[in-house]
């Protein structure tokens, strides 16, 4: 098997090249927000619609500034979300209130700290900032009717949700997400409410990949599967007419009952590859069906399951458009020397943490292995150590993987 090992960034390349076919559904804004938009948006009117005051004031015409004016008789109030007024007499003013229209025939709002009312009258004290259009938000200035706002693609969080209700979308399309079947595989696993005998131990792995779902909005749901090559055929052959995509946990090892490479092999999935020069997770197995429906078989242990998890499974639905958080690729620097035998890359555990000048530290946990559960609760993320070399200096930047904020 060593010599059939690929290195990570074909592994990146190969699953890059599967596109998922993802129904476009409508939904109601209230429903959208997590989603990711699969239709393009423009503005439906200027905005800001006119020209908006920006402070509450006095609306006057610049010119009377100009000529030495500074006391100004009070026509009345522009209130917001009254219709336009217009200021009669271009030597007064009229009181305007944040957000209302700007009156016909007033081009400057002066803020009341730079007045004074004296009778029906406003008198200005403060000369020095007042500038034609001064806080005045002008029409079309953020955007014009017609313009490109949000592409397909974008992941919908709140503040996209704000801008939909400001352009009338009250139902919106987006990418519908795939319905996603985790499988754990093997007789020494049981339910978690059971109590394992000495030779068992309870499902665990299938949970933290649902609960890694979960955390980014898409659901699935978990099967567990029996060591029994027919039985095992049939229930996947089952799952494939029903699910879009496929995530399993153990089977894919060298072990006598890691059924799962031949069964795929017979219900005609294509494998793209199997194994990764990569530790944890070598026997990383990675195919499609016959109908394009991906399939992430990962290791049996938890470290490698939730790596590979992690590494290359989140990555990929965030680019299908499955998830809305996008997985920004970050680097940080190894606090400690480390040493690990190449030519296979590692993933080390490590406390990331910025420190006071908000530089990016990775510090090594130390774990029992792909086996130790524990050691996740320690560590928030793996660091990607190549495999052309074996020693690792302190202060080196290298790509980091998180896994909890």
Not at 282 to 309: D, M
């Amino acid at each position: 098997m060593q010599n059939q090992l690929i290195e990570l960034l074909e592994v990146d390349q190969i699953i890059s090249q599967v596109a998922l076919k993802t129904e476009v559904i409508t939904v109601s804004l209230s429903e959208a927000i997590g989603k990711v938009l699969a239709e393009t948006i423009h503005a439906d009117r200027d905005f800001p619609p006119f020209n908006r005051v920006a402070m509450d004031g006095i609306a006057i015409n610049y010119n009377a500034i100009e000529k030495g004016k500074h006391q100004f008789k009070i026509e009345g109030i522009q209130a917001a979300g009254s219709p336009q007024m217009t200021l009669q007499d271009t030597e007064n003013c009229l009181e305007v209130m944040t957000g209302a229209m700007l009156p016909e025939n007033a081009d400057v709002v002066i803020p009341y700290e730079w007045t004074r009312k004296e009778g029906d009258a406003m008198i200005v004290e403060d000369f020095n900032n007042i500038q034609s259009f001064g806080n005045i938000h002008k029409q079309g200035n953020d955007q014009e009717k017609g313009d490109l706002l949000l592409e397909s693609g974008t992941p919908i969080t709140s503040a996209e949700i704000g801008l939909l209700a400001t352009v009338g979308k009250y139902e919106v399309k987006v990418y519908a997400k795939p319905k996603v079947a985790i499988i754990a595989t093997g007789d020494e696993l049981v339910n978690i409410e059971d109590t394992p005998a000495p030779h068992q131990i309870r499902m665990s792995n299938c949970f933290t990949i649902q609960s890694r779902l979960q955390e980014e909005g898409l659901d699935s749901k978990i099967f567990h599967l029996k060591d029994d090559y027919e039985r095992l055929k049939q229930a996947i052959q089952s799952l494939f007419e029903e699910y879009d995509i496929f995530v399993f946990s153990g089977g894919v090892s060298k072990g006598k009952f890691d059924y799962l490479p031949k069964v795929f092999e017979e219900l005609g999935v294509s494998k793209k590859f199997h194994g990764v020069k990569q530790r944890p997770g070598k026997p990383f197995w990675f195919g499609v069906t016959a109908k394009n429906q991906p399939i992430f078989a990962l290791p049996g242990n938890p470290v490698s399951t939730y790596l590979c998890t992690n590494r290359y499974l989140m990555p990929w639905l965030y680019k299908q458009e499955c998830i809305s958080a996008p997985l920004v690729q970050k680097y940080a620097t190894l606090s400690d020397e480390f040493t690990f035998k190449k030519p296979l890359s590692f993933f080390l555990q490590v406390k990331a943490y910025y420190d006071e000048e908000g530089k990016l530290w990775a510090q090594p946990v130390k774990g029992g292995g792909s086996g130790d559960m524990t050691s996740l609760l320690q560590a928030n993320a793996f660091l990607e150590l190549p495999g052309e070399k074996s020693d690792f200096s302190k202060d080196e930047k290298l790509p980091i993987w998180f896994y909890k904020k």
